[in-house]
Structures are given as structure tokens and as C-alpha cells.
């Protein structure tokens, strides 16, 4: 009889297999502990989110949904799957949740698929007024396939301009209204989008992409009972993983599911669903709840500031964890200060403002946002300090004494504030 055979060598790690690739995470994991993070869409994940992430669920293929698979071997997965819908539509509040679509983009193209022929009317924020790639710009796949109809801002405060989403609709008669965002720090007004699609009778769609882990903690409104579909990334404020998600009215569901498979993609990545499971239990907590009010409280906090620097901010502030700087009347690029910025361990990116005269690889702005450094626990006095350094930056960005003095004081801060889910 023959025994099972036990393994007995040395199998070698990451670092003993591929020494550059390791030393490449491991600079990165150092920078994300050493600098503050202000990227509006990014964040730390928990140690338990990463687990998940790099767990075993990535050796296995699992096409089609929980019960229909076209592989077997699904005892685990199927579960798991289930789990993080179940966990997604409670939080939420919606009828059926799709967790497979790979990242945000690939969710709203779920949405165009399902619900849209090529050629019809889709209309959404531009991008110029901080709006998303996907919600009809030229540039993306759903400008060149549908009919794009964008809509604005108010020129007096540059607010969504509701008045003209009505009379584009109703002149216009989109099959599919998008309301969602990238670059805008104020309330969606979800009410008055559902009116305006009830009237002209378009599929309302809300990509809450960025403020999803607002949504979920109630300090920003729901498109829930509104909103036909629902789309979002699970990382930004939700501090999941780099997926996607959509979630719809019961009678839509059966449409998005056949749009993300098979009409979109093969199999769904096992291991971000377990992540993205981990991630609504976590936001399932009430410390949650406090986590994403201190999000908006901190942005708030910079942004007052910022503007009491001279700092001219779109829309003059911010109801959530976003605020867009328009830095004309400083008299630096937004390119130029955001890598100024970098160098000082403050890492934001540039960003257009609306109707920037710049180009968007050199644009007039910055956007920064709050959720990282919230993450790491940190409060207003930290955003006191974050207002002051960018002042110093920005009035000096060619000054590499003043920009190393300060990314010195930077990683002091940093260390008294450990991030979530990094081992230094």
C-alpha cells in the first residue's frame, strides 16, 4: 500500500523567487506608512481585507453564479459568494446585488448592456464638470457606442445644475440617466434625479462609487428605493478591495447578471469576493459608522484651512470626503504643485476643474480627499497641520529644503499614526 507523499523541501518566497518584485512591494508598503495619503479615491484596508485578498481563493475558477457553475469543486465558493451579496444588499438596502464585475468600469458597462441597445441616449455629468469616464464621455467606450447627452454645473457655484438635467431629458429623452460623480465635493441630490427619470421615463442609475462608505454609514443620502441600479467600486470609502459592484430593482436583475456573465467577463475573481465579503462585515460595525463621520468631518475641517490660506475651493467647500482646489489665483499649475506635494510626502493628485482652460494633463487643480488619513485615525488638529504644509508647498514648490524639511515632519506624524493592514 502506498502512503500519501509529504512535502518535505523548502518552497522558496517572494523574496527568494523574485528579490526585485518584493523589494518594489515592500518600498511601496514603506511610502503608504511614511507619507500622508490624500488621493480622494483611495485607502488602507484592514489586515483582514488583505488576508482575503491574497488568500487561496485566487487558484480557483468559478464561471457563472452560486448553484450554476460551469465548474465544479464550488463548496466553498458558492458560500462565499452569497455572503458578500447578502452582506452588500443589507447594507445597502437593495433587492439584488452582482459581486463579480472586476472593477468599477466594468459595472457601469454592466448597466449600458443590460439596459441599453447601441446608438440610444445616455446622459450623465461631463467630465469636465466632474463627471466619470463611463457615464458617456468621448473618450470611453460609452460615448463612441451610445448617444451621450451630458449635463453641468451652475456657473454661479458650480452645483449640479438640476434645471438643466430636466430640460435635456425632456428635449432629449435619454433611455438611461447617470447620476454619480469623481470630482465633486457636494450631496447628490438623488430625489430630484428619480423625478427628473421618472418624467421623461429613463432607467435611473447612481454610481456611488466614491461615497459609498458614506452612504452606508448615513452621512450622506441613499439612492436607495430611488435609483433603478446602483454601481460602485468597493474600495475608496467602503475600504474594500479593487472590485466593482452592481445592485438593482428585483426586475432588473436577471438582465445585469447575463451583462456581467457572460456578456462581459469570464470567471469572477474568488479572492475579491471574499475581500469584499470582509469589507461589509466590517462596515456592518457601528464604529463604521463613526469611521465615515469623521471622514466628512475631517474634510471639512481641511477644507476651512485650506481656504483660510487663500486656497480657492470649488463650490467654496465640501459635504463629503472630496474637496477640488482650484489653484489659478496661486499661480501654480496643478501638475506642478501635486508633484511639489509628493516630494513633501503628501500625495494627492492634479485634477481639472470646471471648465479648466488647461489641458488635463496640466490642469488647474487639485483633488484631494480624507478617507486614508481618517483611516490611520487621525483627526483636525492633523488637518490643521496637512492645511498648513500644503500652504508651504504650494507657495514654494521649487524650494527642496523647505519640501524635505517638511516631508521629514510629515513621516514623524505618520509614525505616531500606524496605518491599517501594513506590517511597518
Known amino acids: 500500500m502506498s502512503t500519501p507523499a509529504t512535502r518535505t523541501w523548502h518552497e522558496p518566497s517572494l523574496a527568494e523567487v523574485d528579490p526585485e518584485i518584493a523589494r518594489l512591494i515592500d518600498e511601496e508598503e514603506r511610502r503608504e506608512a511614511d507619507t500622508l495619503r490624500i488621493i480622494a479615491s483611495e485607502n488602507y484596508v484592514s489586515r483582514a481585507v488583505l488576508e482575503a485578498s491574497a488568500s487561496v481563493l485566487t487558484n480557483k475558477y468559478s464561471e457563472g453564479y452560486a448553484g450554476k457553475r460551469y465548474y465544479e469543486g464550488q463548496q466553498s465558493i458558492d458560500p462565499i459568494e ?3 451579496c447578502s452582506r ?21 458597462l454592466a448597466v449600458y448592456f443590460a439596459l441599453l441597445s447601441p446608438g440610444d441616449t445616455v446622459m450623465g455629468l461631463g467630465l469636465a464638470s466632474g463627471g466619470h469616464l463611463t457615464h458617456g464621455h468621448a473618450v470611453s467606450i460609452t ?18 445644475d438640476l434645471d438643466q438635467v430636466r430640460a435635456l431629458a425632456k428635449e432629449h429623452r435619454p433611455k438611461l440617466i447617470f447620476c454619480g460623480t469623481t470630482a465633486y465635493p457636494r450631496t447628490i441630490d438623488f430625489a430630484a434625479f428619480g423625478e427628473i427619470a421618472r418624467e421623461v421615463g429613463a432607467v435611473l442609475a447612481a454610481d456611488i462609487s466614491h461615497i ?16 433603478d441600479v446602483v454601481t460602485t467600486t468597493t474600495h ?11 445592485m438593482c430593482k428585483q426586475s432588473l436583475a436577471a438582465a445585469i447578471d447575463k451583462a456581467v456573465f457572460p456578456g462581459l467577463q469570464g470567471g469572477p475573481h474568488n479572492h475579491t469576493t471574499a475581500a469584499i465579503a470582509v469589507a461589509a462585515h466590517e462596515a456592518a460595525r457601528p464604529s463604521f459608522k463613526v469611521y465615515a463621520q469623521a471622514i466628512v468631518d475631517n474634510a471639512k475641517a481641511l477644507a476651512e484651512g485650506l481656504s483660510a490660506r487663500g486656497f480657492d475651493l470649488v463650490t467654496g467647500g465640501t459635504d463629503n470626503h472630496l474637496i477640488l482646489i482650484d489653484l489659478t489665483k496661486k499661480g501654480v499649475t496643478g501638475k506642478v504643485a501635486a508633484k511639489a506635494l509628493d516630494r ?26 480624507t478617507p486614508a488619513v481618517t483611516s490611520r485615525g487621525m483627526g483636525l488638529a492633523e488637518m490643521a497641520k496637512l492645511a498648513a504644509w500644503m500652504d508651504e508647498v504650494v507657495q514654494a514648490p521649487g524650494d527642496d529644503a523647505r519640501i524635505a524639511r517638511i516631508a521629514g515632519e510629515v513621516k514623524e506624524l505618520c509614525a505616531g499614526f500606524p496605518a491599517p493592514g501594513l506590517r511597518v
Open 143 to 160: 460615448g463612441k457606442y451610445f448617444k451621450s447627452v451630458p449635463y453641468g454645473l451652475r456657473a454661479s457655484d458650480a452645483r449640479i
Open 82 to 84: 452569497q455572503l458578500a
Open 212 to 227: 459609498s462608505g458614506l452612504v452606508v454609514a448615513g452621512v450622506h443620502p441613499s439612492p436607495a428605493g430611488i435609483a
Open 88 to 108: 452588500m444588499a443589507a447594507l445597502f438596502g437593495m433587492e439584488h446585488v452582482n459581486v463579480q464585475p472586476y472593477s468599477g468600469s466594468p459595472a457601469n
Open 236 to 246: 475608496k470609502t467602503l475600504r474594500g478591495p479593487r472590485g466593482g459592484v452592481v
Open 344 to 369: 513633501a510626502g503628501i500625495v494627492g493628485n492634479y485634477n481639472a476643474i470646471p471648465n479648466d482652460p488647461r489641458k488635463p494633463f496640466d490642469p488647474s487643480g487639485l483633488r484631494i480627499g
